[in-house]
């Protein structure tokens, strides 16, 4: 991971330093950070760059390569050096501190109104933090149920829909209907338990941050907020219906095991579904199911990609004018496509290419409403407390270490200690 910062950091600063914004002749040049990754990802914003480039003579985005491995860190250099790109590719939970640290330019006078009226408020207020609007959310993910489809047939076990998804009770029942003799009814890859239990959570009622009329912030462990993971942490420990060797492990690593025929089910990103496509042996039937649904039914935390403009960047209008180009509807459906996400936008969700049953296309957008932002988006602090106290937390209860009591006590203790030394 060291040695991924250094090249990740020393990239970015090369590509400050490749000369000035403005040329001889007045052209602009603008750098643009992409995270993209994924093969299909990456050629879509590299084609979107040169479509950009051919139609704008007077101003050039240089596209440049960075890593959601490293990226805090790289922009954290990058601004505090001052050689911060002008477009920045990021997730709306990773920008309260560059945001109220004056890092990111606030663009409600620089976006235009299509754009602005095209996405969601609720996508909005992933990326508005005090008074100002410091993303733009265009891409989101839910969280869904990869499901070994024969499988579910031959035990007849219900199917869920988003229209009739499983309540939580529903969903460890079927899970124990579907163990036995070495298989596991689902495996929880929580190698990061933190943001998939926090935003699962959330359709239980699950909150757990509280902010306060003094407008600070505290952890508060409530009964709503024991749901998802008590079921986890069951489903694992009591009724050996999940596996226990996955509990660490990332959704990739499950893969193989899933196709092996040793776990029913898998909770994944939606994305995930373009690694199923591309590695599920001949003859592999998947399907994708929603997430189980609370008291809040089929409410769902998400940290939705956004694009934002550096503070210090010298041509702030033209670099929104690129994310205006970016995500016009029909691009915006390109950058979904590439990345098999969600778009944020109204017109883009409503491309019958995003609609269609192959590859469960059709159940992640019927979960699109549904989507809200995050528990976490807005609290400073959030980096330290979900490396310091949430996860080893989470972690060891998942595990059977610990049990709920202390688990609350260290997420609210610890964790409000935490929270306090970035609210003073």
Not at 98 to 113: I, K, V
Not at 171 to 189: E, I, K
């Given at each position: 991971?060291?040695?991924?910062?250094?090249?990740?950091v020393?990239?970015?600063?090369?590509?400050?330093?490749?000369?000035?914004?403005?040329?001889?002749?007045?052209?602009?040049?603008?750098?643009?950070?992409?995270?993209?990754?994924?093969?299909?990802?990456?050629?879509?914003?590299?084609?979107?760059v040169?479509?950009?480039?051919a139609?704008?003579?007077?101003?050039?985005?240089?596209?440049?390569?960075?890593?959601?491995?490293?990226?805090?860190?790289?922009?954290?250099?990058?601004?505090?050096?001052?050689?911060?790109p002008?477009?920045?590719?990021?997730?709306s939970?990773?920008?309260?501190?560059?945001?109220?640290?004056?890092?990111?330019?606030?663009?409600?006078?620089?976006?235009?109104?299509?754009?602005?009226?095209?996405?969601?408020?609720?996508?909005?207020?992933?990326?508005?933090?005090?008074?100002?609007?410091?993303?733009v959310?265009?891409?989101?993910?839910?969280?869904?149920?990869v499901?070994?489809?024969?499988?579910?047939?031959?035990?007849?076990?219900r199917?869920?829909?988003?229209?009739?998804?499983?309540?939580?009770?529903?969903?460890?029942?079927?899970?124990?209907?579907?163990?036995?003799?070495?298989?596991?009814?689902?495996?929880?890859?929580?190698?990061?338990?933190?943001?998939?239990?926090?935003?699962?959570?959330?359709?239980?009622?699950?909150?757990?941050?509280?902010?306060?009329?003094?407008?600070?912030?505290?952890?508060r462990?409530?009964?709503?907020?024991?749901?998802?993971?008590?079921?986890?942490?069951?489903?694992?420990?009591?009724?050996?219906?999940?596996s226990?060797?996955?509990?660490?492990?990332?959704?990739?690593?499950t893969?193989?095991?899933?196709?092996?025929?040793?776990?029913?089910?898998?909770?994944?990103?939606?994305?995930?579904?373009?690694?199923?496509?591309?590695?599920?042996?001949k003859?592999?039937?998947?399907?994708?199911?929603?997430?189980?649904?609370?008291?809040?039914?089929l409410?769902?935390g998400?940290?939705?990609?956004?694009?934002?403009?550096?503070?210090?960047?010298?041509?702030?209008k033209?670099?929104?004018?690129?994310?205006?180009?970016?995500?016009?509807?029909?691009?915006?459906?390109r950058?979904?496509?590439g990345?098999?996400?969600?778009?944020?936008?109204?017109?883009?969700?409503?491309?019958?290419?995003?609609h269609?049953?192959?590859?469960?296309?059709?159940?992640?957008?019927?979960?699109?409403?549904?989507?809200?932002?995050?528990?976490?988006?807005?609290?400073?602090?959030?980096?330290?407390?979900?490396?310091k106290?949430?996860?080893?937390?989470?972690?060891?209860?998942?595990?059977?270490?610990?049990?709920?009591g202390?688990?609350?006590?260290?997420?609210?203790?610890?964790?409000?200690?935490?929270?306090?030394?970035?609210?003073?």
């Amino acid at each position: 991971m060291r040695t991924r910062w250094f090249v990740g950091v020393l990239l970015l600063l090369l590509a400050g330093c490749t000369g000035p914004s403005t040329s001889g002749d007045g052209r602009i040049t603008l750098r643009f950070q992409s995270l993209a990754w994924q093969e299909e990802s990456v050629a879509a914003n590299q084609e979107l760059v040169k479509e950009w480039n051919a139609t704008h003579p007077g101003v050039k985005v240089e596209y440049v390569q960075g890593s959601w491995d490293s990226v805090h860190d790289q922009l954290l250099t990058s601004f505090e050096g001052g050689e911060a790109p002008d477009i920045i590719h990021d997730a709306s939970d990773d920008l309260a501190d560059f945001a109220y640290g004056g890092y990111l330019a606030d663009l409600r006078n620089l976006l235009p109104g299509r754009l602005k009226s095209d996405i969601a408020q609720r996508s909005w207020e992933t990326a508005t933090f005090g008074d100002g609007v410091y993303g733009v959310p265009f891409l989101q993910e839910p969280r869904v149920l990869v499901a070994n489809a024969q499988w579910l047939k031959e035990s007849g076990v219900r199917i869920p829909t988003p229209e009739h998804p499983w309540s939580w009770a529903e969903f460890r029942r079927v899970t124990r209907q579907l163990s036995g003799d070495g298989r596991y009814g689902v495996a929880w890859p929580l190698k990061e338990p933190v943001s998939a239990t926090l935003n699962l959570s959330l359709s239980a009622g699950g909150r757990l941050f509280h902010r306060g009329a003094d407008g600070k912030v505290t952890v508060r462990f409530e009964k709503a907020d024991e749901t998802v993971p008590r079921t986890i942490h069951d489903q694992a420990n009591t009724d050996r219906s999940a596996s226990p060797t996955t509990l660490g492990s990332g959704g990739s690593d499950t893969l193989p095991g899933f196709f092996g025929g040793k776990y029913a089910m898998v909770p994944l990103g939606f994305s995930y579904r373009q690694q199923i496509a591309q590695q599920a042996p001949k003859g592999f039937r998947w399907q994708v199911l929603p997430a189980p649904a609370g008291a809040d039914g089929l409410t769902q935390g998400v940290s939705p990609q956004t694009l934002s403009v550096a503070e210090d960047s010298p041509h702030k209008k033209q670099a929104a004018e690129f994310i205006d180009f970016l995500l016009r509807p029909k691009n915006m459906v390109r950058l979904a496509l590439g990345d098999w996400m969600l778009p944020t936008g109204t017109r883009a969700l409503a491309d019958p290419a995003l609609h269609v049953t192959k590859d469960g296309w059709a159940t992640g957008t019927a979960l699109a409403s549904r989507l809200t932002t995050a528990p976490a988006q807005s609290v400073r602090g959030y980096p330290e407390w979900k490396d310091k106290v949430a996860t080893p937390a989470f972690q060891e209860y998942y595990s059977g270490v610990i049990g709920l009591g202390e688990l609350r006590e260290r997420l609210e203790q610890d964790g409000n200690l935490v929270l306090a030394r970035y609210q003073r």
